[in-house]
């Protein structure tokens, strides 16, 4: 097969690569630049963006033997990731930006350049694997490497991409392994840092970059009940759940700590109260798709399982379509949701689907706020 | 073995410039040395001065060797610049264009940033030819502001050829310096310093199939720079390091055998260019001659192509086995639109579109026919692959 294998400058990419060589692919490993400011130059991985990583990237092709290239799509990412991530922060959403890479870029934009350039898969680094059911279809499924899985961030993938993805670490029993094997195949990012941080935010500090991107205005901070606890500086500054930077002065009835409940951007009003009210007992999005085969009947409750977080656990609920909308019930009260994360449904290690959370609904009605106090 | 299709990114070294590398690489001493190695040190370097003066119409002294074009049109353009306005701090503005090299457009852009200088760029059209009337007026009313101008000769990515020795002339009757980017122009079409009338030019050695790392700013006898490089006081105190006599010998011939049989060579090129313009032209009608009617070098041929993107282009050009770029090279290799279409008044997606395709003293008629066998798949693909923006 053509493989057009997706180098960001770090290791996993890079032995991925290395393995589509060794499977007898013909590949050739390009580096996405994302960033209209190539002379941004950061230490450790940042997974793009930076030249050194484009450096790095190319080097690793060099060792492997592949021609390598840096393709542009930094008007795309803008549009289509950054953009977008403030305009989920602007109206009160807390989103993935790294899902929506994989969805628009990733295997959008640089898939269907592939395939219209004669490629026939896109390979990249992902710890997650792909099986092929009695019937012929393809399902993704959580990697072996279960500390490392990311088959959450590829939730938002259709049968139709997942048709053109490889994932060659799949497989891998651990992170330590590939590092290992870097190391032996000569690769120089053998050691290098993993990243976490969102690549668009140079310093990290995703609250100081979006404050500097909309600018602030001064807000009322309120309970449930509407009452005025206090002001902010700016309701895109706060994410559901947070608890420091709360400038209330009187202290809650209960005495406790009061949390971020929700985010009204219309009003510019962040509405707090106590940490038993973050649990939420169902989530609902409209924006949802099938990774694969869509399940047969979506009308009935089905048990599964979902996972609101990247590196969050899989919690035990059921899912129905019901208006068009994906409704998730939690079995049990779920704590750190909230609007513009992703919720990804699995069967097992399966990977079902995602949505993008619109709605959510509390675990504790709103007049129970002073309970205990 | 693919074919070498960038020869205005560099050309690859000639067997006879490898051959005098090779040995003057071997031959002792530093040319400042009062010793016998150092006399025969010095005897490689002036040598290759000489000879390389006689070649560009220039006097001996007046070659400053550089580390290549970017160090030259630093040292031009900065050292101009400094000396110019320590004398009168009211000649501020440097007038260049949009269109020039990086190496001449962002010292004059981190002069403005830094030294209090003002970048004013003279219009160009559609084709990438300068606005001379436009200049006229503009030194009618500003001239005494004016530290000085910077105009390349010939333009690395289009290939379009300036009028220097007239926007010089009209610089000089002000008293304004003139400094010219001759580095894509230098050994394709004739240059004689003298009769051009500029302060400073630049030059570089492996665009003409001498080693990279070499190059000279030729600096007029009168004219006076403020140095970028202090030590030892080499090459006039302008440019102060042991000087380069292997690299320079080599420079030299390169500069010899290009120039030897310029004429011909210059003839051959626009032959092969023309063919490769038909073709091109012939199966996409829709593509564009990015210098449309305006005179340009031989050797050059950039195209932009509706709806495609350069990244997609190269690349399915280069698996087919053919070596062209999309303008100029650039640090992180990523294809940004070239600044200089921009200049030309082209949009974003057009400019993406971009293909240069630089023939030199390798290129045969069986390398056109060969690419234009493989261009029509690669335009398809690539035209069906799109732009980024879509």
């Avoid at chain 1, 950061?42 to 393709?71: F, H, K, N």
């Avoid at chain 2, 264009?97 to 219009?123: F, I, M, R």
Wanted: charged share 20%.
């Amino acid at each position: 097969m053509k493989v057009l294998a997706a180098m960001s400058g770090g290791v996993d990419s890079a032995v991925a690569a290395a393995r589509a060589v060794e499977a007898g692919h013909e590949v050739v490993g390009v580096h996405l630049a994302l960033s209209r400011m190539p002379g941004t130059l950061r230490t450790g991985s940042r997974g793009c963006c930076t030249i050194e990583d484009s450096m790095d990237a190319q080097r690793a092709a060099s060792v492997l033997g592949i021609p390598y290239y840096v393709w542009d799509f930094s008007e795309r990412f803008k549009e289509e990731v950054v953009d977008e991530f403030i305009a989920e922060y602007e109206a009160g959403r807390t989103p993935n930006p790294c899902m929506r890479c994989n969805e628009r870029i990733k295997f959008a934009a640089l898939l269907e350049k592939a395939l219209a350039l004669g490629f026939d898969a896109v390979c990249t680094g992902h710890y997650a694997t792909l099986l092929t059911d009695e019937a012929g279809n393809l399902e993704l499924h959580r990697s072996a490497a279960m500390a490392k899985d990311q088959s959450y961030v590829l939730g938002v993938l259709t049968e139709e991409q997942l048709k053109h993805s490889m994932f060659p670490l799949g497989a891998s029993a651990s992170k330590d392994l590939i590092r290992a094997e870097a190391e032996a195949r000569g690769l120089s990012v053998a050691n290098k840092p993993d990243s976490y941080d969102i690549c668009f935010i140079p310093e990290g500090d995703t609250q100081d970059w979006i404050a500097d991107k909309l600018g602030n205005a001064t807000g009322d901070i309120v309970d449930r009940a509407g009452n005025v606890l206090g002001s902010h500086e700016g309701s895109h500054g706060f994410t559901v759940g947070q608890r420091k930077g709360l400038s209330i002065g009187r202290p809650a009835a209960d005495g406790k700590p009061r949390y971020v409940l929700e985010i009204r951007p219309k009003t510019n009003t962040v509405v707090v109260g106590p940490q038993a009210a973050l649990a939420i007992a169902e989530m609902s999005g409209t924006r949802f798709t099938w990774c694969g085969q869509a399940p047969k009947s979506t009308d009935e409750w089905s048990d599964i399982l979902v996972q609101v977080r990247a590196h969050g656990e899989a919690v035990p609920a059921e899912f129905a379509i019901v208006d068009g909308e994906l409704v998730i019930r939690v079995k049990e009260p779920l704590l750190g949701v909230a609007p513009g994360q992703t919720a990804v449904l699995y069967l097992g290690t399966r990977v079902l689907g995602q949505t993008t959370i619109d709605k959510t609904v509390s675990a504790v009605p709103a007049d129970e706020d002073l309970v205990g106090a | 073995m693919p074919v070498y299709l960038d020869h205005a990114a560099t050309s690859p070294m000639r067997p006879a410039v490898w051959e005098a590398y090779s040995q003057a690489l071997l031959s002792v001493g530093n040319p400042s040395s009062v010793h016998k190695f150092g006399q025969e040190s010095r005897n490689l370097l002036e040598s290759a001065r000489e000879s390389i003066a006689s070649a560009i119409g220039a006097n001996r002294s007046e070659i400053i060797f550089t580390s290549g074009g970017t160090e030259s049109n630093n040292l031009a353009i900065k050292g101009l610049f400094w000396n110019r306005n320590s004398i009168d701090s009211n000649r501020n503005i440097i007038l260049t264009a949009g269109t020039e090299h990086h190496a001449a457009l962002d010292p004059s852009y981190w002069l403005e940033d830094n030294q209090g200088a003002k970048v004013q760029l003279v219009p160009v059209d559609e084709r990438g030819v300068l606005d001379l009337d436009w200049l006229e007026t503009y030194l009618k009313e500003f001239n005494e502001s004016v530290a000085l101008g910077s105009f390349m000769w010939a333009n690395n990515e289009t290939g379009v050829i300036s009028d220097i020795p007239t926007i010089s002339r009209m610089l000089a009757k002000y008293g304004i310096p003139a400094h010219s980017d001759a580095v894509a122009a230098f050994g394709h079409i004739p240059i004689d310093f003298e009769a051009s009338q500029l302060a400073t030019l630049a030059v570089s050695a492996h665009k003409l199939g001498g080693p990279v790392g070499v190059g000279a700013l030729l600096v007029g006898r009168s004219v006076k720079l403020a140095s970028l490089v202090h030590g030892g006081g080499q090459e006039r105190g302008m440019r102060s390091g042991t000087m380069n006599s292997a690299g320079v010998t080599a420079f030299a011939a390169a500069v010899a055998e290009t120039l030897a049989n310029q004429p011909e060579e210059e003839l051959r090129l626009a032959r092969l260019s023309q063919l490769l313009i038909d073709g091109i032209l012939e199966i996409v009608p829709e593509a564009q001659l990015s210098r449309g009617s305006a005179p340009g070098l031989s050797s050059n041929v950039h195209f932009t192509f509706p709806g495609c993107s350069a990244d997609s282009l190269i690349f399915l050009l280069d698996a087919a086995g053919f070596s062209v770029s999309a303008g100029s090279a650039c640090t992180a290799g990523v294809n940004r639109p070239s600044h200089v279409l921009l200049a030309m008044g082209r949009s974003e997606d057009e400019a993406t579109g971009a293909m240069r395709v630089t023939l030199g003293y390798t290129s045969t008629e069986a390398d056109i026919e060969g690419f234009l066998k493989a261009f029509p798949a690669a335009h398809e693909l690539a035209k069906r692959a799109g732009l980024p923006s879509k």
